[in-house]
């Protein structure tokens, strides 16, 4: 599904990924972990397509495609998804009017026709119930007002609407109460497929009791440093960084 | 030395019968002409005019394009503005009297008077041939709206109109003014009794080669509200002028203007607020787009004299450039003789956020409908009803 192989890659005009490798089979869940500023989110944001990183070294495939190719709304298309560790606010558009322009335009990069308001909202109103959304968020602003787990809340709901391939979680889980953590946990457990793969950056393991890893990376100063499974998540919480020498 | 570099006369349109005037306000005319002989023609060098290009106030053709715009409703009183002459509806309601301006006494305010800077606006007090003299009563139904449509023909020349608006004491109406088309120069005295609540709704959107000049004189008494929202977009040159003049007290006047200059268009959009009185507010927002090698001048300026303590005044200007080639000037002033005021004021000019059209691409949403978005986005914060 995805392949990304020797990527170094630059935010801004610093150079931040360093020789980075790793591979995502269909149905796998992979959890990032890593010091702050480590690159986990340069690393997420070059997946998704930011302008300000730049891969200058090495290749990301995706479904067979070459990623660093395409347009982030080509790549939404093809099906990766971020949620942003900070969620942008949009003052003056409507969140859902937002996320049905957002269905619709990845339905027509399909080859697929567009669904209308109604359409739209009785497909969405599952989704709104399980994950506990609050009605008047979406027809608030987009994260305009919204608390910090509001606003994270969001990214999953719009996950679970557009229904991505690769979903990239970049610290989705911090800033949530129990509750929210579970919600979210919940939202992509019921997205788990055989075809469908998850990027989970985190830094507390907490949310792998939830979420169950198959790997679990440790980035540190722009590469990965150590693969393991669970368990290196579990060792990471009690002992830190400091004993992988990095 | 100064002169009529600018021919007034012969740029206007052939004037309508003027003989059922009264003469006192024909020898005013007349009188307004010999002032705007010795006045400077509007140049670069007037503060007014440094941002857009004068010279093009004298084009000769203008083009016959205009940009659609929306009938009016049904329930709305529609008042016709066009080369002619004025055409009001023929059931007038009766909380509404509509005479022609002509046959009421003239507001004396006027812009020959106030600065040189005015000179195209005041120029309208020497030329205007027609227009209307509205008087709103008090038992008007709240969500009752008047519709000012500016429809001439002849796109060469100018059409010089003038309009009276008068709010009666506790009146509450919505007044909407569409430039359908020609190349119109309105001057137009809102005046808005105690405790009366002005609805105004501008929207000035043209064909890339037309222009239109407007001043609009506010003046509000006593907790008298004025809510005024303008869209100025496109054209070959807008110039716009809001004149305030507080003449009470808990009075409020509230503005939010849009610009969006594209193609070669140049909009100016100037708010001039005089707190003459205490304890009344002002806001003003502009949120203004240059793209192309459009350009757009925005300035908000209050004047509060000495004494006039209470004043409440906020000035907030946000610009985007979309292209290279743009220019935004940006002025938020602020003259203050008075000790206890609130103010605040902001002004800036910068890119679209290309971190939030990020975001809206990464959902799938192509660049350019993002791009889009986010404009929208920016215009929403000065939409204030
Ligand atoms: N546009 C930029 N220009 C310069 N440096 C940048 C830019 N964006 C990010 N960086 C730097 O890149 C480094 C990696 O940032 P990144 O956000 O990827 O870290 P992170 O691993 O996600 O950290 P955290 O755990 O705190 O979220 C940081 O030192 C950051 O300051
Ligand atoms: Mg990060």
């Not at chain 2, 006369?9 to 705007?36: D, H, R, T």
């Not at chain 2, 020349?157 to 309009?163: F, G, H, L, P």
């Not at chain 2, 300026?301 to 290279?324: F, P, W």
């Amino acid at each position: 599904m995805l392949e990304i192989k020797n990527i170094h890659a630059k935010a801004g005009d610093k150079d931040i990924l360093k020789n980075l490798n790793l591979t995502v089979k269909p149905g796998e869940v992979h959890a990032i972990m890593g010091p702050n500023g480590s690159g986990k989110s340069t690393l997420g944001n070059l997946l998704a397509g930011m302008p300000h990183v730049q891969a200058t070294e090495g290749s990301v495939s995706f479904k067979g495609k070459d990623l660093l190719e395409l347009e982030p709304e080509e790549r939404a298309g093809e099906g990766v998804f971020l949620a942003f560790q900070y969620p942008v606010e949009i003052p003056g558009v409507n969140n859902m009017y937002f996320l049905r322009t957002a269905y619709n335009a990845q339905r027509k990069y399909r080859g697929q026709d567009g669904i209308d308001s109604a359409g739209f909202m009785r497909m969405v109103k599952d989704k709104i119930k399980q994950l506990h959304m609050k009605d008047d968020l979406l027809k608030r602003p987009v994260n305009v007002g919204f608390s910090g787990g509001e606003k994270k809340r969001n990214e999953v709901f719009q996950m679970a609407v557009l229904e991505p391939t690769l979903a990239i979680l970049d610290e989705t889980d911090s800033g949530l109460d129990i509750d929210a953590l579970k919600i979210v946990a919940d939202g992509v457990n019921q997205l788990r497929s055989e075809d469908r793969s998850f990027i989970i950056i985190t830094h507390y393991q907490r949310l792998l009791d939830y979420i169950e890893p198959d790997y679990v990376h440790v980035l540190a100063d722009g590469e990965i440093v150590k693969s393991g499974t669970k368990k290196l998540a579990l060792e990471l919480e009690e002992q830190g960084y400091g004993w992988l020498d990095v | 030395m100064a002169g009529l570099t600018f021919d007034w006369l012969a740029a206007v349109n052939e004037q309508s019968e003027k003989n059922n005037w009264p003469e006192g306000l024909l020898n005013k005319q007349q009188s307004a002409i010999e002032v705007l002989k010795n006045w400077q023609a509007p140049n670069r060098k007037s503060e007014y005019w440094r941002y857009s290009d004068a010279g093009r106030l004298k084009k000769d053709s203008l083009g016959h394009e205009w940009v659609a715009v929306p009938e009016p409703e049904e329930t709305s009183v529609v008042i016709s503005l066009t080369e002619q002459g004025v055409q009001s509806p023929s059931h007038v309601p009766d909380w509404l009297e509509i005479k022609p301006v002509h046959a009421v006494d003239q507001p004396d305010w006027s812009a020959l008077k106030a600065t040189p800077e005015l000179v195209v606006q005041a120029s309208n007090e020497a030329l205007f041939s027609h227009g209307v003299a509205l008087s709103v009563a008090s038992g008007a139904p709240k969500n009752a709206t008047i519709v000012l449509r500016y429809a001439a023909d002849e796109p060469n020349q100018w059409t010089y109109v003038r309009n009276i608006i008068s709010l009666e004491a506790g009146a509450e109406i919505t007044v909407d003014e569409q430039v359908v088309a020609g190349r119109i120069n309105v001057n137009n005295f809102y005046q808005i009794a105690d405790g009366a609540h002005l609805k105004r709704h501008q929207q000035v959107v043209l064909a890339a080669d037309q222009q239109h000049v407007a001043l609009h004189h506010f003046s509000l008494h006593n907790e008298a509200q004025v809510t005024s929202q303008n869209r100025h977009e496109g054209g070959d040159l807008q110039h716009h002028v809001h004149w305030v003049d507080f003449l009470g007290e808990q009075a409020e006047y509230k503005a939010g203007s849009i610009n969006k200059a594209t193609n070669s268009t140049h909009i100016s959009d100037i708010v001039m607020v005089n707190h003459q009185h205490k304890n009344n507010r002002s806001e003003v927002i502009h949120r203004s787009l240059a793209d192309d090698s459009g350009q757009v001048f925005n300035n908000a300026k209050a004047v509060v004299v000495k004494h006039a303590d209470g004043s409440e005044i906020d000035q907030d200007l946000k610009n985007i450039l979309l292209s290279e080639d743009a220019k935004i000037a940006s002025k938020p002033e602020m003259e203050v003789y008075a000790d206890e005021v609130i103010a605040a004021h902001g002004s800036t000019i910068g890119t679209l956020d290309e971190e939030a059209v990020f975001y809206l691409q990464s959902r799938g949403i192509p660049a350019d409908t993002a791009r889009d978005m986010m404009m929208v986005s920016f215009e929403q914060e000065a939409l204030i009803c």
